[in-house]
């Protein structure tokens, strides 16, 4: 199975801030078809968790522009231009380039 | 709007069995793969198991290998997971989950597994 390492595994951050968080596979995540599927999710306290970026890069529907993905191979990164308060809550990188899917242990995002 | 609701959680004992469904609205079953995520409580999330469109391909983690089966039901609007041989480490907040792009755009609110003695 791939494992997804991510770090920090807790980031607190000022509001207005920009935060980071990184993501590394045990093996390059480039499926045969040429894409890249490492993707982020964020898990509001209660919430079930929601896509925010696909394929690496790719913003999900309705997500803000503040989040941004890149990355290639087995590294990966998560960026927050500026942190504001519904931004709290545990983020997640998940491959899918390999069955079966795995996550990362979670980032938990809060506010200093 | 797209819809995932999961029903059929509940506090069993080891060794019995329960079946999960998840009721979809909002887009046409039949275009989606779907898996099962769970997450035990206050822990991390993972993967359960993937069926494809027309249930040909099912695929599961190995900890659920030959105790768990995924189905779907696409006139009805449902997927299902029997689960059977429950252990304690089973236990978890169980999501019905879309596929999307080999990653997942849409999640039901979770149904809850509890198994112990």
């Known amino acids: 199975d791939i494992v997804m390492t991510q770090t920090p595994l807790s980031s607190p951050v000022t509001l207005g801030q920009p935060a980071s968080i990184s993501c590394r596979s045990s093996?390059?995540?480039?499926?045969?078809?040429?894409?890249?599927?490492l993707s982020w999710l964020q898990q509001r306290p209660g919430q079930p968790p929601r896509l925010l970026i696909y394929?690496?890069?790719k913003v999900f529907s309705g997500v803000p522009d503040r989040f941004s993905g890149s990355g290639a191979g087995t590294d990966f990164t998560l960026k927050i231009s500026r942190v504001e308060a519904e931004d709290v809550g545990v983020y997640y990188c998940?491959?899918?380039?390999?069955?079966?899917?795995?996550f990362g242990q979670g980032t938990k995002l809060e506010i200093k | 709007e797209v819809q995932l609701v999961e029903s059929g959680g509940g506090f069993v004992q080891p060794g019995e069995s329960l079946t999960l469904s998840c009721a979809v609205s909002g887009f046409t079953l039949s275009s989606a793969w779907m898996n099962w995520v769970r997450q035990a409580p206050g822990k991390g999330l993972v993967w359960v198991s993937r069926i494809d469109n027309d249930g040909r391909n099912r695929i599961y983690a190995d900890f659920v290998k030959g105790r768990f089966t995924i189905s779907r039901d696409n006139a009805r609007n449902n997927v299902y997971l029997q689960m059977n041989n429950l252990r304690v480490e089973d236990t978890a907040l169980y999501y019905c989950?879309?596929?999307?792009?080999?990653?997942?755009?849409?999640w039901g609110q979770g149904t809850m597994v509890t198994v112990s003695s």
């Open positions: 989950v879309r596929d999307w792009w080999y990653s997942t755009d849409t």
């Open positions: 394929k690496i890069s």
């Open positions: 093996q390059s995540l480039v499926h045969s078809d040429g894409n890249t599927y």
């Open positions: 998940m491959q899918g380039t390999q069955v079966p899917y795995t």
